[in-house]
């Protein structure tokens, strides 16, 4: 078992939800690249844990947060 983790995706919030602003700036505020990972960027590392190629991966967690948790 692979987990993923982000620190969210903002471009699967709505255009029109209500606090959409507020909440890209609450997920992109803690990133060290300035953005949150885009759903571009999360399918093909999750394609890529799912396949073969990655079988020896076990009891690992991948971190598609662009940089906003850290990992120890």
Partial sequence: MVTL???????GIP???GVRDELVQILTEPT???CTATLSDVG????FVASDRAR???SAT???SCG???DH
């Fill in 5 to 11: 983790k982000s620190c969210g995706i903002s471009g």
């Fill in 15 to 17: 255009q029109d939800f």
């Fill in 32 to 34: 060290l690249l300035g």
């Fill in 44 to 47: 093909p590392v999750a394609a």
């Fill in 56 to 58: 020896a991966m076990l």
């Fill in 62 to 64: 991948v971190n598609v």
């Fill in 68 to 70: 906003a948790l850290v």
